[in-house]
């Protein structure tokens, strides 16, 4: 099994930054396609950064720009950088470690708040 446990949600002013942070159980980038999709109210889930493991990346059209995702494979850790936070960005962000046809694993989700 793969067990993703992310951190670094929370609130944040509009135009303010917030650091997720998403660490696999082990070593797993060579398989695996890292995500980042989020769950705002009353919207489907949607991904916002996807890094392959190739390292390939690519973005949801409404954060490109300004979220950037990268990993680091001596902590087994994705991050999701997110600058300049709108409001609309307001939604629960979840981890996510696909391996297609195959496997596909989720973090418990964590909040960001993006509110004056």
């Known amino acids: 099994q793969v067990q993703l446990v992310e951190s670094g949600g929370g609130l944040v002013q509009p135009g303010g930054s917030l650091r997720l942070s998403c660490a696999a159980s082990r070593n797993i980038f060579a398989i695996y396609t890292m995500g980042w999709y989020r769950q705002a109210p009353g919207k489907q889930r949607e991904l916002v950064a996807r890094i392959t493991s190739g390292g390939s990346t690519n973005y949801a059209d409404a954060v490109k720009g300004r979220f950037t995702i990268s990993r680091d494979n001596t902590e087994n850790t994705v991050v999701l950088q997110m600058d300049n936070l709108k409001p609309e960005d307001t939604a629960v962000y979840y981890c996510?470690?696909?391996?297609?046809?195959?496997?596909?694993?989720w973090g418990q989700g964590t909040q960001v708040t993006v509110s004056s």
């Open positions: 996510n470690a696909a391996r297609a046809g195959v496997f596909n694993y």
